[in-house]
């Protein structure tokens, strides 16, 4: 398929696999299908006489020009590769928190902590693959970027409110009273560093430009999601108060400071 049967399939809003094994080898034509092909449709309604309206020159050739930017090689990845390298980090982080395993790991429940970590797992993934997923792929309703970062952002904190897990290893009735500051404010740190390099990989592969994605908040908060289980897997303290101190907030605060850093940025 060339250039001018897939600008002509966008305009119509056809879809197929042609169209998007074209897409995927084809900026420009990409930047046409994105948000259903609303660029395509105002090119098309050129004034009389071939006149485009004013600006639209000028925005494509900006958008063009940081298609270039070295950055923007990963953007050009094919959407497999994309997610293979997001997985990728993914399980990177995971693995930092299994090579130091909570030592409570044998007294924990064993299906209270699958269900725990998998429900984190399965939010984050969700979040990672809205992010990732192709332009020229019919819209999702707005509704669900936003409950599935809702979704990221109170996770936390119910798992963390639940009744300690179990209280049979001395090692895990520490961080309370005069050392709940001290550990709560270590496993924050532990969770959002652990989380961050993934946060900006995730960044850096996503295409969207959705008002909700420009905000950062899908990477920072599936990277956030990524460092909490980390964090899950290495720390044995199961006092609610340390978990509501020190790991709940890591997700809130990630997505916040995201914003924070996107609105300033722009500014």
Not at 195 to 210: D, F, H, I, N
Request: aromatic share 2%; glycine share 8%; charged share 15%.
């Amino acid at each position: 398929m060339d250039c001018t049967e897939a600008q002509r399939q966008i305009l119509n809003g056809t879809e197929g696999e042609a169209l998007q094994v074209h897409l995927e080898a084809c900026p420009a034509c990409r930047e046409l299908a994105r948000d259903r092909g609303a660029l395509a449709r105002l090119m098309e309604s050129a004034r009389p006489g071939g006149e485009l309206p004013p600006g639209l020159l000028e925005a494509l050739q900006r958008d063009l020009a940081r298609e270039r930017r070295p950055l923007a090689r990963l953007r050009s990845l094919s959407t497999p590769a994309r997610i293979a390298l997001a997985l990728v980090g993914g399980l990177a982080v995971l693995a930092l928190g299994l090579l130091k395993l909570r030592p409570d790991i044998h007294d924990y429940p064993a299906l209270r902590l699958v269900l725990e970590l998998g429900s984190l797992g399965l939010v984050g993934l969700g979040v990672g693959w809205l992010w990732l997923r192709p332009l020229h792929r019919p819209a999702l309703p707005g509704w669900l970027a936003a409950a599935l970062v809702l979704l990221a952002l109170a996770l936390p904190w119910v798992i963390s409110a639940l009744p300690a897990a179990h209280t049979a290893n001395p090692v895990s009735l520490a961080g309370t009273g005069d050392d709940l500051v001290r550990r709560a404010v270590a496993c924050f740190v532990y969770g959002s560093l652990v989380g961050l390099p993934l946060a900006l990989l995730l960044a850096l592969l996503g295409r969207s430009t959705r008002r909700l994605v420009r905000l950062a908040l899908l990477p920072a908060a599936a990277g956030a999601l990524a460092g909490l289980i980390s964090l899950n897997l290495h720390c044995p303290l199961t006092a609610p108060v340390h978990l509501l101190a020190g790991h709940a907030p890591v997700v809130l605060v990630a997505v916040l400071l995201a914003a924070a850093i996107y609105r300033t940025v722009r500014r």
